[in-house]
């Protein structure tokens, strides 16, 4: 039986014991497949494609890149040879679902067979690997996650040595170098590891946040020992489990933490930080006392806050965190965003005269303005899908920070993060962005799709009336950076993108007018279908 099939059962019907055909099928299955970074590492279904023999084949194509000693792959890489490389070392370690350890200890062994230094992180959040590959002075990390997909899926992200997501510099070269060497995956066989160096990454990524201090680590301290809160935070099962009391030096039970236990299978559901998983959380929270809750997805890149007032997705909290860190921390600089992000950012900035520079979907197109010498340096970057980091942190998403920057936010305001964001509304409007997707099945998920999206673009122009839902409206212009967003001249917009990481068409909107948003969102999803199913021609 093939793995999709397993994988229905164990997720449908419950059935775990079916969980070891899986790991049967991820040791055995010899299935080639072709390897390609989207907009954050390599993923697979555990047992189809990500198998040990491929993550073998993609762990090969990166040393052999490297020793390949194109400049652009070493300068990409932040090294002078292959020799420094090994010599600096890997970092390598997973999140919590199935067979996490196993594969990379695969990793682990060809990358010692080559005689490049190794250090075992175990189960890390992404933040820690950016921030660890820094305190280390390593060359890269590799950290086997999909993060917030479906239990079902596996997945291999690469980090350079500036701990950013690998550029497609470099990605592009191992790509090609991995489905070269798939012709011969069955000669890279399995090496056990000569030894495994165990580091506690977690105080790597408390000695790197305290020497950048760019949040107030005891502010935060002493506001949540000396003033009762409620704060919630769902782990959903991940990487993040305990880490917040332990860098904050509290006592147990600060914080009610929630899905602490280990469920590589996260309850039967895609383990991302949506309004709905937000439930269970939120319902802690206490009447008439300050607190919010937050959730995290398995690899700690993304999160979403609410408290008993209102929903604060990354479209409203990123916005909140560059009126703060301009206004109450004197950082200076650009607002970079996701062009799926809502404009309520740009208001906040035009009113500030802070440029705003809008990137393709996938937060290494924040990296040039995440550098330390950026001529153009981010203030904040952030991207709808619940990823934001800050200037002179990190260059990948983190959500630990996330959390920490609204615990100072809290602290500062001393009144609830819904508070601080409707005075932030009041001065610069209300903007009401939503996002919804449909999936597709795997196999009909092809380049066809990609390009029967982009074809809307030769079918609509600015000028021309558009009938959405109940509503039409006048389109102002058309951006086809990822996707195709239709921009009308009310300012509110749709956008239509294939997803890099999943079988999936993923679909956003924005309105200034709170009572469109369903004819939006339908209309939308109607248009998405029919060209998606039927093509461009559906629409003559």
């Not at 490297?66 to 890997?90: C, H």
């Not at 058309?478 to 195709?484: K, L």
């Not at 060209?531 to 629409?539: A, K, N, S």
Request: proline share 4%; hydrophobic share 40%; glycine share 8%.
């Amino acid at each position: 039986m093939k793995a999709s099939l397993f994988w229905q059962k164990i997720i449908k019907e419950h059935k775990k014991e079916l969980l070891k055909e899986i790991e049967k099928l991820a040791r055995e299955n010899k299935d080639l497949t072709t390897i390609h970074f989207g907009t954050s590492g390599w993923r697979g279904e555990i047992g189809s494609d990500f198998t040990m023999q491929n993550v073998r084949v993609l762990t090969k194509a990166i040393i052999e890149t490297v020793k390949s000693e194109d400049r652009q792959v070493l300068d990409s890489f932040g090294v002078k040879s292959f020799k420094e490389f090994a010599e600096r070392g890997v970092i390598v370690g997973h999140d919590n679902r199935i067979l996490g350890q196993d594969f990379a200890y695969e990793v682990i062994g060809i990358l010692q067979s080559e005689g490049i230094k190794c250090f075992y992180a175990g189960e890390a959040a992404t933040p820690e690997f950016s921030a660890g590959i820094v305190e280390l002075q390593a060359a890269a990390s590799i950290n086997l996650t999909p993060s917030h997909n479906p239990p079902n899926y596996g997945g291999f992200k690469l980090n350079p040595s500036d701990g950013g997501p690998a550029p497609e510099e470099l990605t592009k070269p191992i790509e090609n170098m991995a489905n070269e060497l798939m012709k011969k995956a069955s000669h890279i066989k399995s090496i056990k590891p000569l030894s495994i160096n165990k580091i506690d990454i977690t105080e790597l990524y408390i000695n790197f946040i305290k020497k950048r201090n760019v949040v107030d680590l005891h502010k935060i301290k002493n506001f949540l020992t000396n003033n009762p809160t409620a704060i919630a935070i769902d782990h959903m099962h991940g990487s993040t489990r305990g880490k917040l009391a332990r860098i904050l030096s509290l006592k147990p039970g600060t914080f009610i933490c929630l899905r602490r236990e280990d469920d590589p299978l996260f309850e039967g559901r895609s383990p991302e930080p949506s309004e709905e998983n937000l439930k269970l959380a939120l319902s802690l929270l206490k009447k008439d006392s300050l607190g919010f809750s937050a959730i995290i997805d398995p690899d700690g890149d993304r999160v979403r806050f609410a408290d008993l007032k209102r929903q604060i997705p990354m479209n409203y909290f990123g916005a909140m965190a560059f009126h703060y860190l301009y206004n109450y921390k004197g950082l200076r600089g650009v607002v970079v965003k996701s062009v799926g992000t809502s404009n309520f950012v740009n208001a906040v900035a035009q009113a500030l005269e802070v440029e705003v520079i809008e990137t393709k979907v996938g937060f290494k197109n924040f990296r040039p303005y995440l550098l330390s010498d950026a001529s153009k340096k981010a203030i904040v970057a952030f991207e709808e899908s619940d990823g934001i980091t800050v200037q002179n942190h990190t260059l990948e998403k983190d959500a630990i920070l996330g959390v920490l920057l609204a615990l100072e936010i809290m602290a500062h305001f001393r009144k609830n993060l819904s508070d601080y964001l409707e005075e932030i509304e009041a001065l610069y409007g209300k903007y009401y962005p939503d996002r919804t997707g449909i999936e597709i099945p795997r196999d009909n998920f092809g380049p066809h799709i990609k390009e029967n999206v982009m074809e809307l673009k030769k079918y609509f122009k600015a000028g021309d009336s558009f009938k959405i839902g109940s509503i039409e409206k006048k389109i102002a212009s058309i951006i086809d950076i990822d996707g195709i967003k239709i921009i009308f001249e009310d300012l509110s917009w749709i956008m239509i993108r294939p997803s890099g990481t999943e079988p999936k068409i993923r679909i956003y909107i924005e309105t200034k007018d709170e009572r469109e948003i369903e004819s939006l969102i339908v209309g939308a999803k109607d248009l998405t279908k029919r060209i998606c199913l039927e093509g461009i021609g559906c629409l003559i």
